[in-house]
């Protein structure tokens, strides 16, 4: 059981629609709370949100007495920390926007520039109906976007790329701070085609990489400011990064927690500079409704006059206490061909983009569940000429796309390594 809860889900007209339990989505229309950047600064947070369920019944019991047994699943979080941690759980777990989004590593936090990490190991499978043959790793290294036709192009490129020109692999991998070692487990995948991390460095912690083309995702503190941003971008489209991913869930408390200005502002001086040098992605946004979701986009584009975007980036969660596995294969299938849709038509600038699916995953599933869930899904989403890429929130973690001893890939992580 996760910390997030979800809103109920209604069948109207087959489209599966979200209702935030009547409220419209809260967000905080001020600049973020410094209190925020205290609560992450050091992953704490993020590890008790990992395990909600274990810090929601540890942590009230060890703020009144710290004999209280750790368990074990947060054996990991040091003592000294422990306090201050639970202190922010407490703080933070119930007013989290109830969007249908888990719990990421926060888009607030302070960012640490990269030591660039030339692309080695990954294989990457094409898409492209103008090529498919595997472009080799020196080919990936050294491709650079342009907006001409596929069709045109010399060879295909790693991710897609300007202008409607998408080529290369769409099946991306996210992990983060916990995830050690486990991208080793899918080195020898002809599947996946890039990795993110919610953030600018491809190691976010001592022994965790990933060796494929990675995307940086832009994350800003309380000012709405990242020193270090431009110059590690810079230095990652040197060494092969060919697409750039804006705000986090601007629309969720939890996650970046922007209004649509900010989102805006961050979108204008951090991520429009790289237009035409790589692809250039709107603000993640979820998949809830009133203020949120395409109601927070439609509102962002409001504020981001003359922005130029080369994919429009969504995600989608539905809670399989609420759906079964078809139905959720279906309102995955829905949001994209229908909301999406509707809402790019409306707004010439993305008219001509495609989607990347950022992330989507049927929560509260079991291991066997999510894999017949991506069983169902990504044939779909590889064969549909829409789509430019997703990321399944599966993940490097146990429990996750790795089993839960650590040792190897879970039924689900089989079927993403694999189908």
């Known amino acids: 059981m996760h910390f ?8 109207t007209l087959s489209v599966l629609a979200f209702e935030v339990a009547g409220a419209a989505v809260h967000h905080v229309h001020h600049v973020h709370r410094q209190t925020s950047l205290i609560c992450y600064e050091d992953n704490t947070l993020r590890a008790l949100e990992r395990y909600s369920s274990d810090a929601a019944t540890f942590c009230p019991k060890y703020l009144k007495a710290s004999s209280e047994p ?15 941690g639970c202190t922010c759980f407490q703080k933070t777990a119930a007013p989290v926007n109830p969007v249908s989004s888990p719990t990421r590593s926060p888009t607030t936090a302070p960012v640490v520039s990269p030591t660039p990490t030339p692309v080695s190991t ?17 080919t990936l290294s050294s491709l650079t976007p342009t907006s001409t036709s596929s069709s045109s192009s010399t060879g295909p490129t790693s991710l897609p790329i300007r202008g409607g020109a ?3 692999g769409k099946r991306g991998l996210v992990y983060d701070y916990n995830s050690k070692d486990y991208s080793r487990f899918f080195t020898d995948s002809t599947k996946i085609a890039f990795g993110s ?29 990242n020193d270090g941003w431009i110059a590690a971008v810079k230095a990652l489209i040197s060494s092969g990064t060919s697409m750039i991913f804006a705000s986090n869930e601007p629309d969720n408390a939890g996650q970046a927690n922007l209004t649509p200005s900010q989102a805006a502002t961050v979108y204008k001086n951090f991520v429009q500079p790289f237009a035409g040098q790589v692809a250039i992605a709107s603000p993640a946004i979820t998949n809830g409704g009133g203020a949120a979701g395409l109601g927070f986009l439609e509102n962002f584009v409001a504020q981001c006059s003359n922005c130029h975007f080369d994919i429009i980036n969504v995600h989608h969660y539905v809670n399989r206490q609420d759906v079964g596995v078809d139905q959720a294969v279906s309102a ?13 038509a409306k707004h010439p600038q993305f008219q001509n983009t495609k989607i990347c699916l950022g992330e989507f995953w049927l929560w509260n599933a079991s291991d066997e ?3 017949q869930y991506l069983n169902k899904l990504l044939p779909w ?5 829409k789509v430019a890429c997703y990321q399944a929130f599966g993940g490097l973690w146990p429990g996750n796309f790795i089993n839960s001893a650590g040792t190897g890939l879970s039924r689900s992580g089989q079927v993403y390594h694999d189908l």
């Open 4 to 11: 997030l809860t979800y809103p109920s889900i209604l069948l």
């Open 332 to 344: 995955v299938q829905s949001f994209l061909t229908n909301d999406v849709a509707a809402f790019q």
């Open 70 to 84: 750790v368990p074990k699943n947060l054996a990991g979080v040091p003592a000294s920390r422990l306090s201050s």
């Open 369 to 371: 569940e999510g894999a």
């Open 381 to 385: 989403l590889d064969g549909n000429e």
């Open 166 to 168: 998408y080529s290369g």
């Open 197 to 225: 991390d919610w953030g600018v460095n491809r190691s976010p912690a001592p022994g965790v990489t990933f060796d494929g083309p990675f995307v940086p995702t832009i994350r800003v503190d309380s000012n709405l400011k």
């Open 122 to 138: 990954f294989k990457t499978t094409l898409s492209s109906s103008s090529a498919s043959t595997k472009p080799s790793v020196s």
